[in-house]
């Protein structure tokens, strides 16, 4: 849950940006080496922008909105359509249906079920985003104001 959030930066205490700049630097790097072994369908070398590995990772879940359906997949839970609806951010029903079938076509959530009745989950993949989502909360907690409370007010409702 967020609470990890909590426990990281308690326990490692980030100093400055620069730590947190190299933490996703590396986790990036990871993800970019397996966008690399990635079956076809997921972006070529051609179509990249630059080789670098925060572009690259960027190049596949780098909007808002897939970023938020895979917190809401990995610390809430959610695994329908009309669940991703109901989060906070209010994401538009067109948005949540093409980043849903863009996350699917990259290998990042699967899903099983019939059309109206799809349950999603997160593959390997993007059960590997976790650190990457996790370290983007860690920033947020550290620099805006409210966060450590909205995160505690989400994790009782959701219980």
């Known amino acids: 849950m967020f609470c990890s959030f909590y426990f990281i930066s308690t326990i490692f205490g980030f100093a400055n ?7 996703l630097q590396v986790l990036i790097f ?9 079956p076809k369908g997921f972006i070529k070398n051609s179509e990249k922008r630059s080789g670098c590995p925060i572009s690259c990772s960027l190049e596949l879940v780098g909007d808002k909105w897939s970023l938020l359906i895979i917190r809401d997949m ?3 839970g959610k695994t329908t359509y009309n669940e991703f609806l109901d989060s906070p951010e209010g ?7 093409d ?3 863009k996350l699917t076509e990259l290998g990042i959530i699967t899903f099983s079920g019939a059309e109206k009745r799809k349950k999603y989950t ?13 370290a983007i909360g860690i920033f947020g907690m550290k620099h805006f104001e409210g966060s450590k409370e909205y995160i505690e007010k989400q994790l009782k409702a959701s219980v």
């Open 91 to 97: 994401i538009a029903t067109n948005i949540l249906k």
């Open 122 to 134: 997160l593959t390997d993949i993007g059960l590997d985003l976790k650190p990457v989502v996790e």
């Open 17 to 23: 940006i620069k730590q947190l700049t190299c933490i």
């Open 74 to 76: 990995l610390y809430f």
């Open 99 to 101: 980043r849903l079938v």
């Open 30 to 38: 990871y993800l970019c080496k397996l966008s690399m072994q990635m």
